[in-house]
């Protein structure tokens, strides 16, 4: 079977799983729900044991972050050579793997449960009550440690997530040119709004300039691609008519009003999500031979497992379901 037979072939697998899933307008019947019992019924009927109410988030948040590893397992288990992009992007689970070992380095204690299981597919591996330092020296992220010996573990984790976007960019960039084109457009607009949304963080929160803060965003964005991001430093914070007209202003357009006096990082992280997931939706329904949908199909089953999460924590809250909806980011 050729490369485009095998791809089509995939795909049509996939279009029935993602009929199913929770993103877009079947999101909201999620948010309609009461209880953390309802959504655990919906998502895994007959599945659901006697398990205390605060037991049972956790646990609910665990099946739908194995669910997600589990249905991108299954497509390169289908794909036979694992394609290294999509390979890369199930991975980003052993990024958190790797944060939570690095934490657990500095703090001396590890958090079994937060650590994913990729099964063949994992670089590393870790079993109950092993020496972090000593897993991660043995695997393909060893150069974090000297950095967690010497680095504050915030700058650790921040190298992490910069070290998964230089790979993620370099791998789509290197695909064939009927690949790439959608593909690289999609990652870029990613590691874009990462930067932006990164960028906000940084001066509204950590209060830092943009010397100090260029050094943390993701590499590969130069010239004109990193003006709008430098401008996120120099505009007063409550000067409303120039963030409206900054480059990235739409993401901030809920938030102008008369009582406006800064620019919030995580209602535009919101805003940037919505971005995303249109843009993940419209590749997964276009160039049918190509790898371009199945990378969408892997970004949008990491955002389902997001959303999920967070519905979760919403259900806790029992929060109606407008507010749910804003808090999700799924307008």
Not at 130 to 159: F, G, H, R
Not at 240 to 257: H, R, T
Not at 272 to 301: E, M
């Amino acid at each position: 079977m050729s490369r485009a037979a095998r791809y089509g072939f995939i795909l049509a697998k996939v279009y029935g799983i993602m009929a199913r899933s929770y993103v877009g307008k079947n999101y909201r019947d999620i948010l309609r729900l009461k209880k953390l019992t309802e959504l655990y019924d919906l998502l895994y009927p007959g599945e659901r044991t006697e398990t205390p109410e605060k037991g049972l988030s956790a646990e609910l948040e665990q099946r739908i972050i194995r669910s997600s590893i589990r249905s991108m397992s299954y497509v390169l288990d289908i794909l036979g050579p694992p394609v290294p992009i999509l390979l890369h992007i199930l991975r980003k689970y052993e990024y958190q793997n790797v944060k939570t070992l690095a934490r657990g380095m500095a703090s001396g204690h590890v958090e079994a449960s937060h650590l994913w299981d990729l099964g063949s597919y994992a670089g590393i591996r870790c079993a109950a009550g092993q020496d972090p330092e000593k897993v991660l020296a043995a695997s393909m992220y060893s150069w974090v440690v000297p950095l967690v010996k010497s680095t504050p573990i915030a700058k650790v984790e921040n190298a992490l997530d910069r070290e998964y976007y230089r790979i993620l960019q370099h791998l789509a960039a290197d695909l064939p040119g009927a690949d790439r084109v959608g593909v690289l457009r999609m990652i870029m607009l990613q590691i874009t709004l990462a930067n932006v949304i990164w960028a906000l963080r940084l001066r509204f929160f950590f209060r830092m300039d943009w010397e100090r803060a260029r050094g943390l965003l993701i590499p590969g964005m130069h010239g004109t691609r990193l003006e709008p991001i430098a401008r996120i430093f120099e505009i007063a914070p409550d000067a409303a008519e120039e963030w409206k007209s900054w480059k990235f202003g739409w993401l901030l357009e809920d938030q102008f009003g008369d009582s406006f006096h800064a620019p919030d990082p995580m209602r535009a992280e919101l805003k940037s999500r919505q971005a995303l997931f249109t843009k993940a939706r419209q590749l997964f329904h276009q160039n049918p031979f190509t790898l371009g949908p199945l990378v969408a199909y892997f970004t949008l089953k990491e955002q389902e497992a997001s959303l999920l999460t967070t519905a979760v924590e919403v259900l806790q809250l029992s929060l109606p379901e407008q507010e749910a909806l804003a808090i999700a980011g799924a307008h």
